[in-house]
Structures are given as structure tokens and as C-alpha cells.
T-cell receptor, first 114, second 116 residues
């Protein structure tokens, strides 16, 4: 069965610093990969997704993620965080078969220091 | 255009009472999902509707939980005989219905349920 792991429950970075949020998955084939963001009191919003092709994916709000097949990872990065990036970030994995399910990680809460 | 809406935004109820949570998906989206979000637990899948197909109810935690989708649009999640462990944020999402594993899901703001 597929699974997705976000090893960091909380991360704190200073405003202007770079950010990397980790996501690892377990799946027999290359899955569909997503990152969603949830601001306080809001639903989730898609940041970016990977289906195939170029393994470096650009998203909204200056985020990017890189798919690394050898490491079964899809880490999210941003070169310089802003206070408004404080939120919870969810990695999600979608199956490429008839069952076609999507599984969400437990999330990483990002705190920004002024 | 309008996004996914959910009502009520907050619901406080007493243990043992029934509650109904409503979701209005984006117009034209044939797929609809319900999730439960508890502190530190991420998103727990509850139920998935796609067009006229039989819903995937595999995530419903007990027979106290049920959901319906009328006319392929509005959905209602019903929790009977609520328990304190049902306290959580209930999120609804909709998508185009092209592919369950590949679709971008559009989420509503959620209903925060508190069971006293």
C-alpha cells in the first residue's frame, strides 16, 4: 500500500531564510505528487504538482519541488520565506492505477521568525 | 468564480446529538470528497463521490457516519449520536472528476465540530 511521510511536524525558519520541507513516499511506481498549503482557518490550496517530465516543478508563491526517484522524495523548497508563508504544508501522493486513490501526509507546520 | 463552500463554519453540539454538515462544490465538478482533520493527524479520508457511481465509503470510521450527494451537487455529511472523539474539522473538496489520483482538489474552509 502506498504511504507518504513528512518527517518534520514543525519547522521554524527566520524570515528571508531558505526553506526545505521533506516528503518521502512509498509506492511501486512513480505516483502523482502534490504539495498543498493550509493557512490558518482555511482549506487547502494546491501549491504545485508533478505528473511526469521535468523533475523540478515550479509552483505558486515562489515555491518549487524536486522529484527524486532514487530517493522516493518530493521535497518542497523556497529560496526566501516571507512571514505570510507561515502555514501547514501537506504532501500528497496519488496512485496511477485503477484504484486511483490519493493519500495525504500528516503535514508540516511552518513557523516564521521575524 | 465561487469556490467550495461549507456550512456551518462552526458547530457545537452535545454528546449524543445528530449533526449535519453541508458542502457546496464548485459548479461542474463531478467528484466530491470528505475528510476529517484532527490535531496532529493530518487529513483522514472519509468518503468519495464521483458522478453517478457508487460512493467509496471505505474511510467512514463507524456506521454513525453517513453522507449523501443529491443531484450530483450538494453533499451532506451526517454524524449520528455524536461522541467527543468526533470533534474535528471536517473538510470538503471537489474536483473535475477526470482522475481521482491526479485531479487537483479544491477545498472548502471546513466545519469545526465540537462535541461537548
Amino acid at each position: 500500500a502506498q504511504s507518504v511521510t513528512q518527517p518534520d511536524i514543525h519547522i521554524t525558519v527566520s524570515e528571508g531564510a531558505s526553506l526545505e520541507l521533506r516528503c518521502n513516499y512509498s509506492y511501486g511506481a512513480t505516483p502523482y505528487l502534490f504539495w498543498y498549503v493550509q493557512s490558518p482557518g482555511q482549506g487547502l490550496q494546491l501549491l504545485l504538482k508533478y505528473f511526469s517530465g521535468d523533475t523540478l516543478v515550479q509552483g505558486i508563491k515562489g515555491f518549487e519541488a524536486e522529484f527524486k526517484r532514487s530517493q522516493s522524495s518530493f521535497n518542497l523548497r523556497k529560496p526566501s520565506v516571507h512571514w505570510s508563508d507561515a502555514a501547514e504544508y501537506f504532501c500528497a501522493v496519488g496512485e496511477r492505477n485503477r484504484d486511483d486513490k490519493i493519500i495525504f501526509g500528516k503535514g508540516t507546520r511552518l513557523h516564521i521568525l521575524p | 468564480g465561487a469556490g467550495v463552500s461549507q456550512s456551518p463554519s462552526n458547530k457545537v453540539t452535545e454528546k449524543g446529538k445528530d449533526v449535519e454538515l453541508r458542502c457546496d462544490p464548485i459548479s461542474g465538478h463531478t467528484a466530491l470528497y470528505w475528510y476529517r482533520q484532527s490535531l496532529g493527524q493530518g487529513l483522514e479520508f472519509l468518503i468519495y463521490f464521483q458522478g453517478n457511481s457508487a460512493p467509496d465509503k471505505s474511510g467512514l470510521p463507524s456506521d454513525r457516519f453517513s453522507a449523501e450527494r443529491t443531484g450530483g451537487s450538494v453533499s451532506t455529511l451526517t454524524i449520528q449520536r455524536t461522541q467527543q472523539e468526533d470533534s474535528a474539522v471536517y473538510l470538503c473538496a471537489s474536483s473535475l472528476g477526470t482522475s481521482r489520483g491526479a485531479d487537483t482538489q479544491y477545498f472548502g474552509p471546513g466545519t469545526r465540530l465540537t462535541v461537548l
